[in-house]
């Protein structure tokens, strides 16, 4: 169970987000601040593992809360990190690119609909996850985990080409829910071999989600889908 501190000045949206946070599988809100000062004390009282931040608040941006927030951490040994997901309605690049180097996860633009802020709690799920079972980082975890690599750097096994890798990743990213190996064949005008050999092998690597649809008869389908996409 992930413990969720909701960070927004108006307090109609945040009961609504906090509903959104109760009603995702695996979380849950241990406490609701509307200001930069109340959000740095109810994270010192509270721990959450998951910090859902405005950018505008009364006292304080939400990008300066983040940075204070990882300032306290530093100096408490004993205190564990707090992940950091943006829920606001800036749109300036500038502050995008403050709150990415400022530790933030993710940046979610409002207005948004339920379904997006669960798909970003999952996500943060998936990669708090994938830490707790790494050991040593293999270079397809930390691809995964930063984002993928400029085209052309990925090691691939044998047989398979980067340029190949690529435009299946892209169907992946740009095609809505999950696919099949034939969907992603017609998408990107391969053979079906071909285009499971890379859903595979994405698989393996842990940059796409399996699952299993059944039909009337036969073998159930197997859909694949981008990690985080």
Do not use: W
């Not at 930069?36 to 004390?41: I, P, Q, S, V």
């Not at 009364?58 to 530093?74: N, S």
């Not at 995008?96 to 943060?124: C, D, M």
């Amino acid at each position: 169970m992930m413990n969720v501190l909701v960070v927004d000045d108006d307090f109609m949206v945040a009961k609504l987000h906090g509903r959104y946070v109760a009603s995702t599988e695996g979380f849950r809100v241990v406490g609701v601040a509307h200001s930069g000062a109340d959000a740095l004390g109810a994270a010192e009282r509270l721990r959450p593992d998951l910090v859902l931040l405005d950018i505008y608040l009364p006292d304080m941006d939400g990008i300066t809360v983040l940075r204070e927030l990882r300032a306290a951490e530093e100096r408490d040994a004993t205190r564990p990190s707090a992940d950091a997901l943006f829920i606001t309605a800036a749109r300036d690049a500038g502050m995008v690119r403050a709150a990415l180097r400022a530790g933030a996860l993710h940046y979610l633009i409002k207005p948004f609909n339920q379904a997006a802020l669960q798909e970003q709690l999952r996500h943060v799920a998936a990669l708090r996850s994938r830490f707790d079972r790494l050991g040593e980082a293999r270079q397809e975890d930390v691809d995964q985990i930063f984002g993928t690599r400029p085209p052309g750097s990925r090691e691939l096994p044998k047989g398979l080409a980067a340029h190949t890798a690529e435009l299946v990743e892209r169907i992946l990213r740009e095609h809505r829910g999950d696919l099949s190996a034939t969907e992603c064949a017609v998408a990107g005008s391969l053979s079906r071999v071909s285009a499971r050999r890379y859903l595979e092998y994405f698989a393996e690597t842990g940059r796409v989600e399996v699952s299993l649809r059944y039909g009337g008869t036969g073998r159930p389908e197997r859909r694949y889908r981008l990690v985080g996409g």
